[in-house]
């Protein structure tokens, strides 16, 4: 029986597959995607950062600001880990519509909403953190929003839960610490790494855990 966690190597690839298979059907009828990520100030206290992150994002979704701009979404959050900065807790983001000029409009305005709704919750986010573009690659985008937390960082100062693994494997005496900190917050309780909405209700129900 697999585990289905996202910190598992395995489940975590599987996972990814199966999220791609459910979404892809439905965006047949658009020809771009929006793809915005999002996030705060890190913090050496992952638990902290994490529900920080969500307070966020409920206010950023509040009054079906999100659902009343797009035909779909998909969200999937994760955090990267820094010697410097601790957690970084961040989202990704897919947004569908079938008009293109919706979606430019929502290249301009989501990083100032997402800053917005961090500050109304009295939490740190800079401009420098968010980043909206369009995309007609959709295929692409899903493939790196759905990628899970098992892959390389393809930046040098920073780790995916994946990287620290391996550097615990390979006897790396903080990555241990920093693995076992992974390990009690994703054992500790269900999380919703990912969610959907509108054309994509429901692509992510079997995989938050
Ligand atoms: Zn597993």
Redesign the pocket.
């Known amino acids: 029986m697999?585990?289905?966690?996202r910190v598992?190597p395995?489940?975590s690839r599987r996972v990814a597959a199966s999220t791609r298979d459910g979404i892809a059907p439905r965006l047949r009828q658009f020809s771009d995607v929006v793809q915005f990520t999002s996030s705060l100030e890190s913090s050496h206290d992952l638990t902290q950062a994490w529900s920080d992150h969500q307070r966020a994002i409920s206010r950023f979704s509040r009054n079906g600001w999100l659902t009343g701009r797009t035909a779909g979404w998909f969200r999937a959050t994760e955090t990267t880990h820094s010697a410097d900065h601790g957690w970084h807790v961040h989202s990704h983001w897919l947004l569908f519509h079938e008009n293109a000029l919706e979606l430019r409009r929502l290249v301009s305005e989501l990083p100032q909403h997402w800053i917005q709704s961090a500050h109304a919750e009295a939490l740190s986010a800079s401009t420098r953190g968010q980043h909206a573009a369009m995309s007609a690659d959709i295929a692409e985008s899903v493939r790196y929003v759905t990628k899970g937390l098992m892959e390389p960082s393809r930046r040098t100062d920073r780790q995916t839960p994946g990287d620290i693994l391996r550097s615990f494997q390979a006897g790396g005496a903080e990555a241990a610490e920093l693995w076992a900190e992974l390990e009690g917050f994703t054992t500790a309780k269900r999380r919703r790494w990912t969610a959907s909405g509108g054309c994509l209700r429901g692509t992510t129900r079997i995989e938050n855990r």
């Open positions: 697999p585990c289905r966690r598992c395995w489940c």
